[in-house]
Structures are given as C-alpha cells and as structure tokens.
C-alpha cells in the first residue's frame, strides 16, 4: 500500500489553510481540525509594495504623524442648540440630507426611502408615503450626504430643514459639526418609520426639546464632550451602541441649567422624563464630537489615515486623508446580530448610517473591550468584546491618550486607521450597529456587527497611489 | 563531599512553605522562588470538624439555605426622607449612632472624636471642640451603634437627632433601614472634620437639600435600588467606593420630580449642582439598601452566614444569622492603599466605618472585577480587581442572581459569607474604603484595601457552636 493511502486508515489531525469551509465540514465530522488564519495576498496588497520605498515610506509617517496629532489635539465642545435650515451651511428649504456616501433616490434602500418619506411628511411638504415618494422622485428635493455639510445621521441620518440639530465645535481648530436629536428606540425616523406618532415626536422635539436645550445651554455655556467621552469608557460605554453613561453624563451637566430656563415645571420635567427614558441620547453627540474631531484631517496629502466611514443603506463609503474629499464605496454587508422578538435576518436592510464615525474616531467598536454588557445587545461573549479591541490595535497607527480601556490596563482606544495595515494584515475595522428593516416604514429590528468592504479601502489604495506628492 | 553541600555550588530553585519573609529574602537576592499558599491549620479550623458530623451539617446547609434565601429575595427601595429624631426607632434628642459595634467615649478614635464633636456643634449643644470634648465625656450622652437602630453610616458613622436621613425599605420583608445624605467628598464630619464649612453645609442639608428632595419623592412614590444597583454593576461600579453609576441613574430618577417641587428655580438647581459634583452621594443609598437586605437574615438559628461586618475606628466587629445579636470582635487593622498629596500611612487611622456592609451584601470589595477603573482610587490593577472578586467566590455560599459582573462572563457576585469557609480556606473578606485621618478635625487622606481579623470569625465559630439548635 502506497504510504498516501495510509491516512484514510489513520485517526486524522488536520491543518487547513484557505477556504475555511473545509475546516467546518471537518469540525462537524468530529475530526480534530485547525485553521492558519491565512490567505493569499491580494493584488491590493501587492501594490503596497509601491509605498515601501524609503523617501514615500517617510513621507507617509510624517503625514500620519501629522494626521494623529490633529485627532489627539481635537477637543469637541457643545456649543448650542440650532436649527438645520439656518446652521448647517449648504442647507436650503428643499434640501434633505441621508447618511452615508451621495445616493440618488432610485438606488436608495426601503428604510432610507422610509425616512425621507417622514422628513417630507414632517416638513408639511407631503401628507402621506405615497405623495412623499411622488415628490422624492420628481427632482425638486435635493439630496446630499450629511458628511458633506459638516452633519453625521445615526441609520438613515436623514436631517430636513425644520429639525433642531446640536451645534459643536472643534475648539482646537475652530471647525463645526451637526447632528439631529435622538428620538429613541422603535418607530422612529432614523430606523424608516413615518407613522403619526414618529411625526408627533418630531414635532415636540421641535417645539418643547430644543427650546428648551436651547436656552439651557445659553445659561450652562459650553459642555466639554472629550472629558465625558473618557468618563463615559470608563463606565461600560463604548459610544456607539452603549451610550446609557454618556447620556446620565450629560443629564447631569443639562438638568440644573434646565431647571433654571423659562419654561414651565411641566416643559421641563416632560424634557428631563425624555433624556432619561432614552439610553442612546448621548449617541447623537459622541457622532458629531467624533465628525469634528476627524474633519481637520481632510486635507493631509500623504496620509493612509481614514477620517471619514459611511454607509448609506446601500453603499459603504470611506474617505482618507491623504485623497480628499474623495469617497471609495462599494455594496454594504449585512449586519451579523440578534434580532428583537418577530424578526429575523430575512427582515435586516444592510448596514446602514453615518454612525461608524464613531469607530473612525476609535471608540465604538473599538473599544468594545471596555464595554462588555454590549453583548448582551450586539451578540457575542465578553472575550469577543475584549478580542475586537485587540485586533483593532493591529490596523491603527495610535492609542488614545484620553480614551483609556481600564479591562485592559487602562491602554488608550486603537485609534487612526491605516488603510496600509488594513489590506496588509487582512483585517477589517470592527462596527457595531443598530439594524434597519429592509421595509420602509418599521424601523429597528436588532443589533450586531458589521465590517465594511475591503473594496473601499483597496480603491482608496490604488487612488492614493496617484496622489503622493 | 556529601550531598547536601552541593547544593551551595548549584543553581537553586527554591518552593518555599510557610513564612513568606524567607520567599522575599530569596527573591531579593534573585534566586528562582515561588511561595506555596499554605499555613498550618489554626486552632479555629480545628474546630470545623465539629460540624462535619451529618447531622449538624444538614442543619447548618437549610439554614444557609434560608439566609441566601432571603438575602436574595430582598426587594430594597427609597420610600422617602425623614428626619433621625423622628424616624429612627429608638433616637432620642442627647442619642448619638457611630459605625460599627458598641463603643464608649474613651475607647473612641479620632476621627470618630472629631464627628461626634461636629455632631454636638451641629445640633447646637456645643460651641467648639472643647465644649464638645467635655459634653461628650460627660456621661450625658447616649453613644450607640447605627447597627442596633436599623440604621448604618458611611467612616466614622455619626448620626444627630436633626440629620435627615434617607428611609429605605425591604419591599419582601418589611424591615426599614436608615442613612444619612452624603456630604462630599474632603472637609467632610464622617472623615472627622468639623470645621465651619461642614457645619454650613450640614445645615444646607438640613434647610434645602432634605425638603427638596423629601417633596420630590413624594411626587416620584419610590425607587427600587435592586434595579439600579444592579444596572451600576454594568456601568463601572462597585457600589462602595466607586458609584458615578449609582449617583447618575439617581440624579435621572430624581431630576424629574425634583422640577416639579413647589421650591424656586435657584434652590432646585444648588440641589442637582450639589448631588452632580458629588459621584459618593449614591453610597448612602446603596448601604441602607445593603443593611435591609441584610437584617432579615439575623435570626436563622444554625446559620453560618454572616449578616454584618462594621468598624467603629476602634474595633472591627461582624454579626452572624445563627449567633443572633452577638458582636465578635477584634482591633481594626490599618488599611493599604493611596494616599492623598500630602498624607502618608502615618496619618492613618485603622479602618473605620458601617460601609462594608455592601460587601456583606457581596458587592463592593466583592465586586471590585465590575469596577476596574477604582484601582486608580484604592491601588492595584485591574488583574488585582479580579483576583479580588474571584478569590471571594471561595468563602461566599452562592451567587448573585441579579448582581452580574460582564467582565467574567456575567457571574453574579459573591453573595452570603461563610464563616466556616472563611475559616477553613484562610481567605478573608476583601473590604474597599476610604480611609480617615487619625487626627481629629482633618478628614479624609486616602482609600484602600482592608480585610476583617480572623479572629472575629474565630470568635464567631466558638460562639456558633454553643449555639445549634
């Protein structure tokens, strides 16, 4: 017998690299298997062969260097309460912004769709879904990506021109960012639901929760948002998809100026009753502190840091410092997660929202491993938690030097992407996400985690090539 | 050469049994070593094996039973603000309650001096410290443990008849507890300061803080703290000396229902400002919630569950549910720790205070891996925080079934001590707390790590064994 064929005699212990299907069908054989976390290069990372020349390798660490020292100095302030219409600059009566890379309506996805629907319903514009779908194909609105009005939108971040929007502002470097106020979970806005009592909250939002913001902070003055971050990581948030600290945190800070505004007991009481009966109402401030800390690294020639992730529901957008305002898309993955009672994965619309600007600024997914309880919500164990963390030290350039992980050993979140590391080692940067219904009209449906396409960051690669001065 | 002596020409590798002086020697003169975790049984452990016989051991097994039993079925919440003269069962005008087992004047630390010398000032009995001295010494005043009043105190524990005092009680059993508000942190009366400053601001509490917020619950009805503790485990917290959590989910609760107060705009607002610059005010809340649960536990005859653990400065005493109102002491020993600029061991006084009643209740100490952040406050790492609450399951009879710890894959807390575990594994409870300058006048100098003296748990079994029914 040919010594080949003594294996099929012999008990198996097998090694496999590649197609990791092979190791699965193994495991489920009982034969005692193992993966090598290997694949073959790709022609993306052959070409950063290109870069390893000395006088561009240098290059690229001071521009780098550069990029990190502009996202450490960042300090995000809220500076106020606005309005989106008169704030955001580029905004006008029949504009509406959407999460997420430029999109045009037809290639839109449902809960998108959805949420437009609710902002011209909202506007007065339109009665119902169908005049709004109407009146959103005709080609009289305008729509554009927040990013590219200084704004961030949880899920569909559609922001119309009525909504309130918290004002902050990079105090290192003078720049601006918007974002809308969270509404909650369930039927609302961001999650494309339209229904009556979407549009009521809005409406309150509009007419009792922002004037009343409003004049607190007039009273308060500035709220220090890189202090409540740090404090918040230390308290199991992770600022993304665990917000319960950041948003007592601010509660804090809010109430007694609330108390002291002009509004009636009742106005006040129902405002503090909204903040506290909503976990995520810090996620609409830790989104614009981590756009206005990342927005000073637009224009850093050179630099393979991303300072911009995006996903509009049908497409997932990033963009580096080193090539501008310039976006790499490519088609969004589905979300990986649990699902609330009566749905499932067949309900899920892929990865949608503007919220894993978080994880650009390296908290959220980042720093799972100080955020443990997030599993129970996402999925996952608490080692997983600890593991996205650690793996995210391998594609990013620092650690945070005010973000501190006590769990493990008070080391500072991974932050600044490299889209250099990321197509080398193979790993793509860790989301936790809210998960849309693929129907227009539902809402949320569950929670999990999602990468983006290494598409985007292997295009980013090639148009970097062109762009090293 | 004979065998023995070759040994000083070899490399040693040394396992070294019993002192562990011998182990630092070898360490120190960088031979290869390591420490065997063994003593000798003591006289105590010998005793054990009188409850190995099966049929006491039954007994003592459904009595523990029992005493988990009600310890996890205990149903803690705040029904409202009272004053001590008039709540407290059994205060009297010339009363004054100190932390810890029964103590006289002349047994008394400092700190503890200090306190009631400000209590006497505060109640307008005394003028100075002298007056106060005299008054104190004078045979006048009754001095009696918080413990025996249904009531615990955070250090030195001091509670006067016009104090308001947080009424708390065990929905499932109906017993109530009692405790003062929490001053802050610094020049403070339970660190044993009394200068102008703590007067003024216990009078503040008296006047502003207590009627607010005793309205304020009234208009709220009550708050269940099982549900809040609980949800502060997740956010960082331990429950004894790190409660940002607690005091934030607080400040929600209340922060409503304190707008709608009938007070003005500027007294509503002093009242958030104080609690929100103050992450401790949540102690003493989180203690009355630990004594409640823990009361009904003092009489289960065969019992070996500890239902008490306080110190008074002086002595360091614990109370067992088979051994009823008994207190078994023993001196307080001086706490490890970190101490504030300025101060040193030498400023120390021995651990003092009602708060480890939270680890009696298994959280504090017992739930330090929850809370890794606090290393930065009482010393260690966050390994140490883990090896804390890990070491705790060995002595404790179950774990908690609503107090779950993320960072170890959502274990409930080390819930019941044992004193017979206690005994038998030579690991004592692990307490976390503040420590107290042994100066009167001065306040707090640091916080720390502190264990109980076994022979309280000595002292116990001796007295548990007459005692089975």
């Known amino acids: 017998m040919p010594d080949i064929n003594k294996i099929f005699s012999e008990k198996l212990i097998v090694i496999n690299m590649g197609l990791e299907s092979f190791n699965t069908d193994l495991k489920t054989q009982d034969v005692q298997s193992m993966q090598v976390n290997w694949r073959p290069p790709s022609e993306a990372s052959k070409k950063l062969s290109l870069l390893e020349g000395d006088s561009v390798s240098e290059k690229i660490d001071v521009a780098n260097k550069e990029a990190i020292a502009r996202l450490l100095a960042a300090e995000p302030i809220i500076v106020g309460i606005g309005t989106a219409g008169t704030h955001i600059p580029g905004m006008t009566k029949n504009t509406i912004l959407h999460a997420g890379p430029p999109i045009a309506w037809e290639q839109m996805s449902e809960p998108l769709k959805g949420a437009i629907v609710g902002g011209l319903i909202y506007e007065g514009l339109v009665l119902n879904e169908e005049e709004g779908r109407i009146l959103a194909s005709s080609g009289e609105i305008i729509f554009d990506s927040c990013h590219h009005h200084c704004t961030v939108g949880p899920m569909a ?3 119309t021109s009525s909504m309130p929007v918290w004002i902050l502002k990079n105090k290192t470097f003078g720049n601006f960012a918007y974002c809308t106020l969270n509404e909650g979970l369930g039927k609302v806005l961001r999650f494309g639901a339209f229904s009556p009592e ?3 909250r809005l409406n309150w939002m509009e007419n009792i929760l922002a004037p009343v913001l409003k004049e607190a902070l007039e009273i308060k003055g500035s709220i220090d ?8 990581l230390q308290m199991g948030d992770e600022g993304h998809n665990r917000n319960k600290a950041g948003t007592s945190l601010l509660f804090r800070e809010l109430a007694p100026s609330i108390v002291k505004t002009k509004y009636s007991k009742d106005e006040k009481a129902e405002v503090l009753t909204f903040i506290d009966k909503n976990d995520h109402f810090f996620l609409n401030v830790s989104m614009p ?28 957008g990033i963009r580096v410092a080193g090539t501008g305002d310039e976006w790499f898309t490519a088609p969004c993955a589905l979300v990986k997660g649990l699902y609330f009672p009566g749905f499932e994965e067949k309900d899920a619309n892929p990865d949608i929202g503007d919220s894993c600007i978080t994880e650009t600024a390296g908290i959220g997914g980042f720093a799972m491993a100080t955020a443990p309880a997030i599993v129970q919500f996402v999925g996952g164990t608490p080692k997983d938690a600890i593991n996205y963390t650690t793996s995210m030290y391998e594609i990013t350039c620092t650690e945070n030097n005010s973000f501190k992980i006590p769990n493990i050993n008070f080391r500072g979140t991974p ?3 490299d889209i250099r590391k990321v197509i080398e080692i193979g790993i793509l940067p860790v989301i936790n996400t809210g998960i849309a219904c693929n129907r227009a ?3 949320q449906v569950g929670a999990g985690i999602v990468r983006p396409p290494m598409k985007c960051f292997e295009d980013a690669l090639t148009s970097f090539l062109t762009k090293i001065i």
Chains 1, 2 share one sequence.
């Open 198 to 200: 979407v549009i009521d």
């Open 415 to 417: 932050t600044g992407i």
């Open 289 to 316: 502190a981590c756009k206005c800390s990342l927005d000073p690294l637009s224009d850093i020639p050179n630099s393979t840091v991303v300072y911009a992730m995006s996903r509009n529901g049908t497409n997932f």
């Open 441 to 443: 009209g539902i809402g």
């Open 225 to 232: 948002l890189k202090s409540i971050i740090a404090q918040s």
């Open 157 to 159: 971040g559609v922001v």
